[in-house]
């Protein structure tokens, strides 16, 4: 799960066809959560590319990521 913004460009540069990359365009901070709801429904390993402003819109995502402590996510 990748941020908004210029991270979401930079990997869309280096992997333009992967079909395991969701890019959240326009939904700046979320990308934490969305990535905690996709670990808790699978066994695959989850991973959150986020920028620190990004991170800064929805802080309190990081106590519940920390509370579920789910071994599939890596944010």
């Given at each position: 799960?990748i941020?908004?913004?210029y991270?979401?460009r930079a990997?869309?540069?280096?992997y333009?066809f992967?079909?395991?990359?969701f890019?959240?365009q326009?939904s700046?901070g979320i990308a934490p959560a969305?990535?905690?709801g996709?670990?808790?429904?699978t ?11 990004s991170?800064?819109?929805h802080?309190?995502i ?6 579920c ?5 890596f944010?």
């Amino acid at each position: 799960v990748i941020t908004t913004g210029y991270i979401s460009r930079a990997v869309y540069d280096i992997y333009p066809f992967e079909e395991n990359i969701f890019y959240m365009q326009g939904s700046m901070g979320i990308a934490p959560a969305i990535g905690l709801g996709i670990a808790s429904n699978t066994s695959k390993v989850v991973v959150v590319i986020s920028g620190d402003a990004s991170l800064l819109m929805h802080l309190g995502i990081t106590h519940t990521i920390r509370d579920c402590n789910l071994e599939n996510l890596f944010v």
